[in-house]
């Protein structure tokens, strides 16, 4: 390893030091103040968590340890780096703090890497940017050899030859090592992490968190670790920051703050969190329920496959899956991306084609799917889509969104529609006089239960959600989750529920499916999936969950290991 | 303006008209470009509606009470701009001139615009053979020079000479031939992208018809971009119609007043020193065309919030109740949780 740069975050002051740091946006309705007053100390290998719900100012906070606020923001206060003041320090100063003492690592791993330029290129690119050990610059050949140093300090098998790989060439979870890699490659004393995990799969989280943990435990590094995941605070962080709109709320060592919170915030944040195992929807269950009723989705041997590119071969995306679902059932579809979750999801509502085997929708055969012969069963399916500001048109009211299905199926007065979707609005606890506003005005989780409303409203047998709560924050989330469950219970819809998540599909399913590359490998009753797991695969999923619990998760951590090497 | 968003009530609807609400989001430099844009088009307007009260004689008069009109006349008060070899007075011809520029643009984007935003939806939503066609046709009418397609077709249309209403659809058509596949095109492109958006996912989830998903749900969002186009098409409308003009395939003089065909004549007077016939005409195509370009590219930069200009945020003044719009979703999720949680 070269040593020719001063390592900061040695000494005993604090790598980080942040004091009553303000930033305000101008936007076209006036001043938003993102971070109202903040304050906090980053010590020498050390990783903090920021924590907080969307518009909390938590990445706010930590675009402004690098200075990479917009034009449109103003900020005051001091954020301490090393002795140098990040707000007031010149652009020319600022690009010599970057990489050196402070490097960033970002959410989306395939956007942060360029795709022209091969990875040891990029890492090599931060390396020439400074000075090497006599001041002058660093050769082409020197900065390779260091790029290669750091591949192999984040686990990439043969960095000899990867390093000349182009960025997709490589896995999501190998790309956000590369990016770690980045931003190592000049020993900085501090890493700020914005979400590094969130667009991962939960199998490749668990890797990226124990390479963040090895980085720690090795070079001492300290890590600011901006995220919403509670699972993924308790895996990592030693001290947690809690922010709520602008503020910091509590700040507490990990272990106190999990075991004992203070404030009311972070009890409810808690709260909200779902946990792999509480609150069932299928505990004290022995066999699946509901089997007396119709059979309304029977997919045998179903086989959905995209086209290829000319000359390769079609993907395959849903590969022989066979499940049914009943009148009155809650059905649970598992699986991470690229899984062919949402696919079945669509085919089963005409949105996706199939081409092989069988899929029974209310007695349609969705092989030989035409839309003028399916198109009256359309009003017995509902579907509530995953991202809710997306699934509405910005240009009509909710009243008219909501009332949409009932207008195209049974053509009711604008009196009968009005009153309908009034009924409809409270009981999915929303104000009937939301029917006059329009989607912008409402909030994701008021837009998600707007949705939910849209689906219900002709009174469907088949409601199909697809990751209706992943666009959500924690605590919407579980407002939205519990009140999926008691309008399933009053409605007694049947219900195909698409997640990644598994406590989430745990918390509304009787039954779940987990899927694998297109493949069910195992179904089963909810609380028999996620206890008792079969197949490797689930157990691994299972596993690899963070829980927000610091001691349980070490545990767990323990177990995911042992998974991993068995 | 914040106290209506956040209470959650639509603003006014004057406050959401296009260039009401563009000159209102607008500062620095890029009002100043709004506002002189905004001005010589309203001169332009101005000046075509008024024509008949501005111009002291008629397009076409070449004789008043005081006899004859002199050839060639410097400007003097009788004729402030002075007059053309024909005799005629050359302010009068360029007021009337707004006049028929104006007609030509309302005619040709009128008849461009609805074609074009029809084609542009079916072929965008439906796909398959009848896009590939449209745009196989578009694609051939983007290859030729637009001025010689305008020629051709006015040729067609009136055989190159006509009356004021003959002259002004023959252009106007000429041009609409031009302008129809870039509406098509940019109407295309945008159904395609709303295509696959949720809410017209949702909608073919429900059962809604084709007819339905493109009229309620595509339609209203695909136009958005179309009064920039508009603006920037009226100012190539009147560049065409110049050129015609200028080519000898606009409008006779006894017809109508028009830039292009003066500019013509003005051709062999440029060489002889006499500056008045080609100066005003000339002026008056670049003021109305500078005009509209300024409105046009302004509204395309204030459309993009990457490019629009902001106030700069005054920092630590005011308090947390002056917070913004964008503070809506978090505090209306709050009660939420208040509500729902233990």
Not at chain 1, 191 to 199: C, L, M, R, Y
Not at chain 1, 516 to 535: I, W
Not at chain 2, 241 to 253: K, S, V
Request: proline fraction near 5%.
């Amino acid at each position: 390893m070269t040593t020719n740069i001063d390592t900061p975050g040695t000494g005993a002051g604090p790598v980080l030091d942040i004091d009553r740091l303000k930033v305000t946006f101008a936007t076209d309705a006036g001043d938003v103040y993102a971070v109202k007053d903040v304050s906090l100390e980053v010590n020498p290998g050390e990783v903090v968590a920021i924590v907080g719900e969307s518009g909390s100012g938590k990445t706010v906070t930590a675009k402004t340890i690098l200075g990479l606020l917009p034009e449109t923001a103003t900020s005051q206060g001091a954020v301490l780096i090393n002795g140098n003041n990040v707000i007031s320090v010149s652009e020319a100063k600022l690009r010599e703090i970057r990489g050196r003492d402070v490097a960033m690592v970002f959410q989306e791993p395939s956007t942060a890497l360029n795709p022209v330029y091969t990875v040891g290129w990029q890492i090599a690119e931060g390396i020439r940017a400074h000075a090497g050990s006599g001041g002058g610059k660093v050769s082409a050949k020197d900065a390779k050899v260091r790029a290669i140093e750091a591949l192999r300090k984040v686990g990439i098998p043969d960095p000899e030859t990867r390093v000349n790989y182009y960025p997709h060439q490589f896995s999501g979870g190998q790309k956000q090592r590369v990016v770690i890699a980045a931003a190592l490659a000049l020993n900085p004393g501090l890493i700020v992490a914005d979400e590094p995990t969130t667009a991962l799969d939960v199998t490749v989280q668990a890797e990226i968190l124990e390479l963040l943990r090895d980085l720690r435990d090795n070079y001492g590094t300290s890590i600011v670790l901006i995220t919403h995941n509670m699972g993924v605070v308790a895996d990592l962080a030693d001290r947690v920051v809690v922010m709520y709109q602008g503020d910091v709320v509590e700040e507490a060592p990990a272990r106190a703050l999990f075991a004992q919170p203070k404030e009311d915030y972070t009890k409810k944040l808690l709260a909200a969190v779902p946990h792999l195992g509480r609150n069932s929807a299928s505990a004290g269950m022995v066999e699946r329920a509901h089997q007396g009723g119709k059979v309304l989705v029977e997919a045998k041997n179903l086989t959905i496959e995209y086209p290829g590119r000319l000359g390769s071969p079609a993907f395959k995306a849903v590969d022989g899956v066979s499940f049914t679902v009943s009148e009155g059932e809650v059905f649970g579809l598992v699986g991470e991306s690229g899984s062919g979750k949402t696919t079945i999801g669509r085919a089963i509502a005409g949105l996706n084609r199939t081409t092989g085997g069988s899929l029974k929708v209310l007695g349609y055969e969705m092989l030989n799917y035409k839309e003028r012969t399916f198109k009256p069963l359309r009003k017995e399916i509902g579907f509530v889509f995953q991202d809710p500001a997306a699934s509405f048109n910005p240009q009509l009211t909710i009243g008219d969104c909501v009332a949409e299905p009932l207008i195209i199926h049974a053509n009711p007065s604008a009196a009968e529609a009005r009153k309908r979707v009034g009924e409809l609005l409270e009981s999915v606890q929303l104000p009937a006089s939301y029917a006059d506003r329009f989607p912008h005005e409402l909030s994701g989780g008021q837009r998600q239960r707007a949705s939910l409303a849209r689906a219900l409203i002709l009174n469907p047998k088949l409601l199909i959600a697809d990751e209706p709560t992943s666009a959500l924050d924690v605590s919407v989330q579980a407002v939205v989750l519990e009140l999926f469950k008691e309008i399933q219970q009053e409605f007694g819809f049947a219900a195909l529920f698409i997640s990644h998540d598994l406590a989430v599909v745990d918390m509304l399913s009787h039954w779940v499916g987990v899927l694998y590359k297109g493949k069910m490998v195992e179904q089963g009753l909810g609380n028999q999936v996620m206890g008792n797991p079969q197949h490797d695969y689930t157990r691994k999923l299972i596993a690899s969950l963070p829980v927000p619990d610091p001691d349980e998760q070490a545990r767990r951590r323990e177990a995911f290991r042992a998974v991993l090497h068995s | 303006m914040t106290k209506t968003t956040v209470s959650g009530r639509k603003q006014p609807l004057m406050y959401r008209l296009p260039v009401i609400s563009h000159f209102r989001t607008s500062v620095g430099l890029q009002r100043g470009m709004l506002v002189t844009g905004l001005v010589l088009t309203l001169a332009f307007l101005l000046t075509a509606a008024f024509a008949p009260l501005i111009a002291p004689y008629g397009f076409a008069q070449l004789s008043d009470a005081a006899g004859t009109f002199p050839a060639q006349q410097p400007p003097s008060p009788a004729h402030i701009w002075g007059t053309t070899v024909g005799g005629y007075d050359v302010f009068s011809r360029v007021i009337w001139g707004a006049q028929t520029a104006f007609v030509v643009i309302v005619v040709a984007v009128v008849m461009s615009i609805f074609l074009g935003v029809a084609l542009g939806l079916l072929s965008g939503y439906f796909g398959g053979w009848l896009d590939r066609t449209l745009v196989v046709i578009a694609d051939a009418i983007y290859a030729f020079p637009s001025l010689l397609l305008a020629i051709v077709m006015s040729i067609v249309i009136s055989h190159g000479q006509s009356s004021f209403w003959g002259g002004i659809v023959a252009c106007s058509i000429a041009i609409s031939v031009v302008f129809v596949p870039q509406y098509f095109r940019v109407i295309r492109a945008e159904t395609i992208r709303l295509k696959a958006e949720p809410y017209v996912e949702s909608a073919k989830v429900v059962g809604a018809s084709s007819a339905r998903i493109m009229g309620r749900h595509i339609f209203k969002n695909a136009t958005r971009t179309l009064p920039l186009i508009f603006t920037l098409n009226a100012s190539e409308a009147i560049l065409t119609l110049a050129g015609l003009g200028f080519l000898g395939f606009g409008i006779e003089p006894s017809s109508a007043a028009e830039w292009g065909f003066d500019l013509n004549k003005a051709i062999a007077d440029a060489s002889s020193g006499i500056w008045w016939t080609g100066v005003y005409p000339g002026t008056a195509i670049v003021l109305t065309v500078l005009g509209l370009t300024l409105v046009g590219e302004s509204i395309n930069d204030l459309n993009d919030p990457r490019l629009r200009g902001r106030k700069k945020a005054v920092a630590g003044k005011g308090g947390p109740d002056s917070t913004g719009a964008a503070r809506t979703a978090p505090d209306t999720a709050a009660p939420e949780i208040e509500a729902r949680l233990p």
